[in-house]
């Protein structure tokens, strides 16, 4: 095997309308919403972050223009925690700024599917090997799992999926693969289905929404074939480009908890947990949870 690139580029797909959160996300982005108190979008790059990835791609829709002012300066703000001698807040802010020229904005223009909002990447991605982590899913352990993607993907080459098991009654909800090995923590994927019926599914690992793949997914997403649902889905392409033994594709486990901040109880209890890690609110917080239930 040729020894593998090294992963700059991360795609962060953000042109989800949000459906689920209404009335919440009339005006803002859903990716937005805070978990305890960053966007959930800062968590995701944080963790992309870790993994030493220098450029971001969002893949955004109309109305998400605050994401990328996220990402900004806010000039005034900054000169006014400066002048009141707010240093730790101004710190804290400007710790997670991206450098310039670090992300890039392309838009979707059509909800077609997550293939699809993958594909209007291409041109920024170019020719190289990247990220892709989808921002719903809020992956929350002792390491980054993009960054052990990352480790893994230094011995396989190749693609990577992180996956996770999830209950029986929930495999028709996400994609899933059949690993090789489901005792190991990096294993030869099998065979991948996107939300298999119910009773149907190849095993109970599901894809967690973090992906490590080479570029030549890219001409496999321009076909544009509707597949489940009627979308674009990048799942489909991975099948395709599975098939070529040159672009093998492994699955990492991720062993911490995820969070699917797309639906409220995900998003409800991202909040808890994070909030629990946080030293200035976790003992409060039990209290008020023990008096509460
Ligand atoms: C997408 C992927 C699916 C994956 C899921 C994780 O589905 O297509 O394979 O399991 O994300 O959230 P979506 O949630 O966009 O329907």
């Not at 998400?64 to 703000?77: P, R, S, T, Y």
């Not at 990447?121 to 390491?143: S, Y």
Request: contains cysteine; aromatic residues 6%.
């Amino acid at each position: 095997m040729t020894k593998s690139k090294r992963i700059c580029k991360a795609v962060l797909p953000v042109a989800g309308l949000g459906t689920r959160f209404l009335p919440a996300t009339k005006a803002v982005p859903k990716e937005m919403l805070t978990i305890v108190d960053k966007p959930a979008i800062q968590h995701v790059v944080n963790e992309a972050k870790a993994a030493g990835i220098e450029h971001f791609v969002f893949v955004t829709g109309r109305n998400k223009g605050c994401i990328e002012d996220h990402f900004d300066h806010q000039f005034e703000l900054e000169a006014t925690l400066s002048a009141k001698k707010k240093t730790k807040e101004l710190e804290a802010l400007l710790a997670e700024l991206p450098a310039a020229g670090q992300t890039s904005f392309t838009r979707q223009q059509a909800p077609l599917g997550l293939g699809h909002a993958v594909w209007c990447a291409r041109d920024i991605v170019g020719n190289e090997p990247f990220a892709l982590l989808l921002p719903d899913m809020l992956h929350h352990g002792k390491t980054s799992c993009l960054a052990e993607m990352v480790d893994a993907y230094e011995q396989t080459g190749g693609n990577l999926i992180a996956v996770s098991p999830v209950p029986e009654d929930q495999t028709h909800q996400y994609g899933i693969v059949g690993v090789e090995d489901a005792q190991s923590k990096v294993s030869r994927i099998t065979g991948m289905v996107e939300k298999p019926p119910k009773g149907t599914a190849p095993s109970n690992l599901h894809i967690t929404g973090r992906y490590v793949l080479e570029p030549e997914i890219f001409p496999l997403l321009e076909r544009q074939e509707a597949g489940a649902g009627g979308e674009i889905q990048l799942t489909d392409a991975m099948i395709a480009l599975s098939k070529n033994p040159q672009h093998p594709f492994h699955a990492v486990r991720f062993d911490g908890t995820i969070y699917d901040c797309g639906s409220k109880i995900g998003f409800l209890a991202a909040n808890v947990a994070y909030a629990l890690d946080r030293e200035d609110l976790a003992p409060q917080l039990r209290t008020v949870i023990k008096d509460l239930i």
